[in-house]
């Protein structure tokens, strides 16, 4: 009865189905787009560190959501889309553009688990092992997500 | 300075990771949710645990909250304003980007100070 509940609150058929996977991007990206996002996930990921120490927790805190790569990444998309456009001899700017639009929408809807994994961080941190909240927050915010996707879409 | 280092590293292989995740994947709405993913929070609260102890990461984790609700707005403002206006993406995510200051520390104020 549980697992009916489940089923039919998370249609994970439904969503696997719609989701693919596209290895051949891998090829597409450049060395150094790779080492651009280690570089500012690396130093916001230090940032964050420095300011708790020297500002408090309560400021370093706001760091832990801070949109550190989305430039790049969102770049990065509307680069890729705007190139194979332009293999089939179209002009790709618009439609980067578009790509760029949708994927920010997706990471806004992924800012909402990314609310859910603080909330419950903050909850249940003091109490468990840090391990354990971790593992569990980022299920949770991988699940609130993909959810809130899965509703938009269908909606 | 070797903590700033071990974070520098961490941060930028989670971080990496994620975004790796979220470009093999279709289509782009589902993987602009890896966008968002808690990259620099996992990358941050295990070893600020270590060295500061649970309370402290709780506390950061609370003002995480403030954090990502700025966020959702900034993305959400990115987003509509590169579908209605013919910008270039990196300006736009940059320029953008005092909406998530203003409403992060807006909010940390009003709400959780």
Redesign the interface.
């Known amino acids: 009865m549980v697992w009916d509940g489940i089923r039919a609150l998370v249609p994970l058929a439904e969503i696997t189905m719609e989701i693919k996977v596209d290895p051949s991007v891998i090829g597409q990206t450049k060395w150094y787009e790779y080492a651009i996002r280690f570089l500012f996930g690396g130093l916001i990921t230090a940032i964050a560190g420095i300011i708790a120490k020297k500002y408090g927790p309560g400021i370093g805190g706001l760091f832990l959501a801070f949109p550190a790569i989305f430039p790049a990444s969102a770049t990065l998309i509307e680069k890729h889309e705007k190139q194979k456009k332009e293999e089939n001899g179209l002009t790709g700017t618009r439609r980067g553009r578009e790509a760029a639009s949708i994927d920010a929408a997706g990471s806004a809807m992924g800012s909402v688990g990314l609310f859910v994994f603080a909330f419950l961080v903050w909850q249940f941190a003091p109490r468990y092992s840090i391990w354990t909240v971790l593992i569990g927050a980022t299920l949770a915010w991988l699940i609130a997500s993909v959810l809130i996707w899965h509703v938009r879409r269908r909606s | 300075m070797s903590?700033?280092?071990i974070?520098?590293?961490?941060?930028?292989?989670?971080?990496?990771v994620f975004?790796?995740i979220?470009?093999?994947?279709?289509?782009?709405?589902?993987?602009?949710?890896?966008?968002?993913?808690?990259?620099?929070?996992?990358?941050?609260?295990?070893?600020?645990?270590a060295t500061?102890g649970?309370?402290?990461?709780?506390?950061?984790?609370?003002?995480?909250?403030?954090?990502?609700?700025?966020?959702?707005a900034?993305?959400?403002c990115?987003?509509?304003i590169?579908?209605r206006y013919?910008?270039?993406?990196?300006w736009v995510?940059?320029c953008a980007?005092p909406l998530?200051f203003g409403m992060?520390?807006g909010l940390?104020y009003l709400w959780?100070?």
């Open positions: 903590e700033i280092l974070r520098f590293l961490v941060g930028g292989a989670v971080v990496s975004a790796i979220g470009d093999l994947l279709k289509p782009k709405s589902f993987a602009g949710l890896f966008g968002a993913a808690p990259s620099v929070a996992l990358a941050t609260l295990g070893l600020t645990v500061e649970s309370s402290y990461a709780a506390t950061e984790a609370r003002s995480m909250m403030a954090g990502a609700i700025a966020f959702t900034y993305a959400s990115v987003s509509w590169m579908m013919k910008l270039k993406t990196l995510t940059i980007m998530w992060a520390f940390w959780l100070k």
